[in-house]
T-cell receptor, first 117, second 112 residues
């Protein structure tokens, strides 16, 4: 149980284009989903927290107009990187929390490796 | 002071020995504690959750929690080369609702 999928697993795009990443909880309903970014040999960095049907909460320093998050249902959240630039190249990972009993454990998707040329 | 602190390592342990990973946290009101394993180039995988003081065992893994000392540890018995990874300690502070705060991770290397 507690499986989270992400699609695509990798993407290469040209500078200036937009890229959409999907995150799905396959066998549970996720009250909350999270988006992280991780650069090589660095720690996970939380970008935003999203709850179904409401606006995402972005961490300080993360541009909400550049990283658009939509949490359309209890099993699907999407992250769109708009007007991507080479510095946006990174490993993007989503996680989902079933929120059982308030324990707030998170289950991670396999990640999406974005390369912007 | 960082919210969740771990020694970055690398921690080198011989195969078959016990690997001991430690973590301290700053928010005394924290209620939930997690250990994740992350292989290079992969996403984190939840291996242990612990919510009350004491020990929790799952196979070769034992998590230990001491809320008075604000200390969490993970023991891996009979270490295998496949245990070589970065281990992330994560804490759900009282102040952060559903977010969990990650430590920077300890790199563990099991030598044959």
């Amino acid at each position: 149980g507690a499986v989270v999928s992400q699609h695509p697993s990798w993407v290469i795009c040209k500078s200036g284009t937009s890229v959409k990443i999907e995150c799905r909880s396959l066998d549970f309903q996720a009250t909350t989903m999270f988006w992280y970014r991780q650069f090589p040999k660095q720690s996970l960095m939380l970008m935003a927290t999203s709850n179904e049907g409401s606006k995402a909460t972005y961490e300080q320093g993360v541009e909400k107009d550049k990283f658009l998050i939509n949490h359309a249902s209890l099993t699907l959240s999407t992250l769109t990187v708009t007007s991507a630039h080479p510095e946006d190249s990174s490993f993007y990972i989503c996680s989902a929390s079933p929120g059982r009993g308030g324990y707030n454990e998170q289950f991670f998707g396999p990640g999406t490796r974005l390369t912007v040329l | 002071q960082k919210e969740v602190e771990q020694n970055s390592g690398p921690l080198s342990v011989p195969e078959g020995a016990i690997a001991s990973l430690n973590c301290t946290y700053s928010d005394r009101g924290s209620q939930s504690f997690f250990w994740y394993r992350q292989y290079s180039g992969k996403s984190p995988e939840l291996i242990m959750s612990i919510y009350s003081n004491g020990d929790k065992e799952d196979g070769r893994f034992t998590a230990q929690l001491n809320k008075a000392s604000q200390y969490v540890s993970l023991l891996i018995r009979d270490s295998q080369p496949s245990d070589s990874a970065t281990y992330l300690c994560a804490v759900n502070p009282l102040s952060s609702a559903s977010k969990i705060i990650f430590g920077s991770g300890t790199r563990l290397s099991i030598r044959p």
